[in-house]
């Protein structure tokens, strides 16, 4: 078979059913192949960032890893930042770009991109896991796998290859094998680590077992599917568990144990929990520990007594005092299940008072100004269409959030009952990347209603992929927050003068109108009333809806405790 064909049945055989692209001269030999086939569907996205970005939501949504394909040069310029957003997330992107022949690099083809111009390998290095061309046809069938094989060992995270076309038309003399499974989640734990742990339940610096016992469970639990061993862990012993807004879902947020979110948009609850009188003992399973996560790092402050399990030593061994385990979160937890003999006795008898200390805190209010949410203001307050669309979607729906104010409404307002319910590029954080990436989750769970919060500012960089989304009839739901400025910059810079001020506004543009020239459907929604029967519509639409609520920009965003925390810490300090 042709270096294309062997490609296809590679994605094939890793069981990839979509390949989100952008046709160009330069990978023209993929358009015949993927017409010799039908396992691998084609996806054709506005621009080659916006497949990046589809490719990325399709992997985050469906646990396997997502394939874009573009030409190298401007083609692979366009996906940098969605390749940098699934390197800090951790998500198995596929990025696979086109480039000219070997025999033709440095002669001055047009758009050549090879190591003797532009170098797109050298361009992608420093954003993934592993970034190389196919110099010779005949390394390409091992060249895939290595990448294949970076690219979904933990910890996940992008890969590139630049493919030339001889590689492309050149005769495989050889068939793709799977990647075994056993090789990639290998569920690795340092056991001597993990035994030094069990001290900590046993008894805390002055002898006596730890009473106030706090989870905190970052995205190292969605990566190990460890959902329901987190859940079954907390239950046995009546341990409270809050989550990184990137962990948002991983525990349900109406589990009589959840502390909700910790760290930005966060709850009072976690706050309290977890900050505001130090725990005898925090348990940290899989965050990354960064600024977010941590509250503006206050966290390095707060344990009197720690355990952190993460597959990155760097993250540990800098931001937080304790016990480290290098390993799996899920891993962990399994581990633990197998040693309840050994932390039974300690945990069992601080259970009533470990209960008595929860009530106290769950007694207390969990969000700030919860009214918001019934908020009758016109403009529309976000807070009360985070809360509306919550109502609307169905409890295993599927919610995408952008980057900018409605962020930390949608953080701090919305209820997530599951693993990949609620999901977003929170390291990063590249505007826009919610509008493609929804596609590529829609592909993925075709059966679960899939909705976006974004804004007019993130409409501006990406709004044109719902187009995408109107080709292919994928029934997804966009919510615009459309409050006529750069939100949370404006809540920063209108109080510096009126130039940044005018810097920051945006047209109050109609995204309905725009929205139905691109072939969806178009509601606006300039009343609070409007809200529910907009999200009834667009739940029974064929195709994309997109929806634009005119909502009022000065209402502050609920990050009360961040901020206090930020003004009370620095790391510097």
Same mark, same amino acid.
């Given at each position: ?44 996205? $506005? ?11 399709? &992997?985050? $949504?469906?646990?396997?890893?997502? +394939? ?91 890969? %590139? ?23 990639? %989640? ?6 001597? &680590?993990?035994? $030094? ?52 879902? @991983? ?25 505001? #009188? ?26 009197? /007594? ?12 800098? %931001? ?5 385990? !290098? ?18 006795? =300690? ?6 008072? #470990? ?5 106290? !805190? ?6 700030? /100004? ?13 807070? #009360?269409? @985070? ?46 990347? $919610?509008? =493609?990436?929804? !596609?590529?989750?829609?592909? &993925?769970?075709?059966?679960?209603? @899939? ?12 709004? !044109? ?13 966009? @919510? ?7 939100? /949370?910059?404006?809540? #920063?810079? %209108? ?71 930020? +003004? ?6």
């Amino acid at each position: 078979m042709l270096g294309t064909d062997f490609i296809l049945d590679c994605l094939s055989k890793e069981k990839i059913e979509y390949l989100f692209m952008v046709p160009g001269g330069l990978v023209d030999p993929f358009l015949p192949a993927l017409g010799r086939q039908t396992a691998v569907k084609p996806i054709i996205a $506005a621009q080659e960032g916006g497949a990046a970005y589809m490719a990325d939501g399709y &992997a985050r $949504a469906s646990g396997k890893f997502g +394939a874009a394909l573009c030409i190298g040069g401007p083609g692979l310029a366009n996906t940098v930042t969605a390749v940098a957003a699934a390197q800090t997330d951790g998500s198995p992107l596929l990025l696979i770009s086109g480039e000219t022949a070997t025999c033709i690099e440095g002669l001055g083809m047009f758009q050549d991109a090879s190591s003797q111009t532009l170098d797109d390998v050298s361009t992608l290095k420093g954003l993934t896991h592993y970034s190389s061309s196919i110099d010779n046809p005949k390394n390409l069938p091992h060249l895939l796998r290595h990448a294949i094989i970076r690219l979904l060992a933990e910890p996940a995270g992008p890969v %590139h290859l630049s493919i030339p076309k001889d590689s492309q038309v050149a005769n495989m003399e050889v068939e793709y094998q799977p990647i075994s499974a056993d090789l990639i %989640h290998a569920g690795v734990l340092s056991l001597q &680590a993990a035994e $030094a742990t069990l001290k900590h339940f046993q008894g805390g610096p002055d002898g006596l077992p730890p009473v106030r016992i706090a989870i905190l469970a970052g995205a190292g639990i969605e990566h190990a599917k460890a959902s329901q061993a987190l859940i079954q862990f907390a239950e046995r012993w009546s341990i409270p568990v809050a989550t990184t807004l990137r962990a948002k879902g @991983v525990f349900p947020e109406d589990h009589p144990l959840s502390l909700g979110v910790f760290g930005y948009a966060g709850t009072h609850h976690s706050r309290m929990a977890i900050l505001d #009188r130090p725990p005898d003992l925090l348990i940290v399973l899989g965050s990354g520990l960064n600024e977010r996560d941590t509250m503006h790092w206050t966290l390095h402050l707060s344990p009197k /007594n720690s355990i952190c399990v993460n597959l990155n030593p760097l993250a540990m061994g800098v %931001h937080l005092r304790g016990s480290t385990v !290098i390993g799996d979160a899920g891993a962990y937890l399994n581990w633990l299940e197998t040693k309840s003999d050994a932390i039974r006795v =300690p945990l069992e008898s601080t259970l009533d008072v #470990r209960k008595k200390w929860l009530a106290g !805190i769950l007694a207390q209010p969990r969000l700030q /100004n919860p009214e918001n949410c019934k908020s009758a203001a016109i403009p529309i307050h976000p807070a #009360r269409i @985070v809360s509306e669309l919550r109502s609307a979607l169905p409890r295993d729906g599927i919610v995408l959030i952008d980057s900018g104010a409605h962020r930390a409404f949608a953080g701090h307002y919305w209820s997530a009952y599951a693993p990949l319910t609620y999901i977003s590029a929170t390291n990063l954080g590249p505007m826009g990347w $919610a509008i =493609p990436a929804a !596609i590529g989750v829609q592909c &993925a769970q075709p059966d679960k209603k @899939v909705a976006v919060i974004t804004g007019d500012g993130c409409m501006h960089m990406q709004g !044109i992929e719902v187009a995408t989304a109107a080709r292919y009839q994928l029934p997804i739901i966009y @919510v615009v927050i459309n409050n006529a400025a750069l939100g /949370n910059v404006w809540l #920063r810079a %209108h109080q510096e003068g009126p130039v940044p001020n005018e810097l920051t506004l945006l047209p109050d543009l109609d995204w309905a109108a725009f929205s139905k020239a691109l072939g969806c459907n178009g509601i606006t929604v300039s009343q609070p009333n409007e809200l529910a029967p907009a999200f009834a519509a667009a739940l029974q639409n064929k195709g994309p809806t997109v929806i634009d609520v005119k909502a009022d920009k000065r209402f502050p965003t609920p990050v009360g405790d961040w901020a206090k925390a930020c +003004a009370d810490w620095s790391y510097q300090e």
